[in-house]
């Protein structure tokens, strides 16, 4: 099969999918979809409570440590490598920064639920 044609078949079928999805969803809101729902009760209060930011801050404390955990998943293979001291060098650097890290952050309350 020629490229420009399996170039012409994707952006058809693609197309067309596009087209398909505006098309079939019915979008006719009416009162009783748009209102809340509270296990048959009428809502108590409002539904837009505002988020404490400290959940927001811990949840990027997690992403980071994560990101920052990833950086050792090849250790294992890097210690087969010419220079392992290199290697377990850079190990130990991460490791000592994201210790210094969580003990910086816990000694400022970063990490505390409560004031």
């Given at each position: 099969?020629?490229?420009m044609l ?8 693609s ?7 505006f ?5 006719l809101?009416?009162?009783e ?9 009428d809502p108590?209060?409002?539904a ?7 959940f927001?801050?811990v949840?990027i ?5 994560d ?7 090849p250790t ?11 290697t377990m ?8 920064l ?5 003990i910086?952050?816990?000694v400022?309350?970063?990490l505390?639920?409560?004031?």
């Amino acid at each position: 099969m020629n490229l420009m044609l399996m170039l012409i078949i994707t952006t058809l079928i693609s197309f067309i999918l596009m087209l398909v999805s505006f098309w079939l969803p019915q979008m006719l809101p009416d009162m009783e979809k748009l209102s809340p729902y509270e296990c048959g009760f009428d809502p108590l209060g409002t539904a837009r409570l505002p988020f404490s930011i400290r959940f927001f801050l811990v949840a990027i404390l997690f992403l980071l440590f994560d990101l920052e955990i990833a950086l050792l998943l090849p250790t294992p293979w890097a210690i087969n490598l010419s220079q392992p001291t290199t290697t377990m060098m850079w190990t130990s650097t991460i490791i000592t920064l994201l210790t210094a890290g969580l003990i910086y952050e816990w000694v400022q309350g970063g990490l505390d639920w409560a004031e």
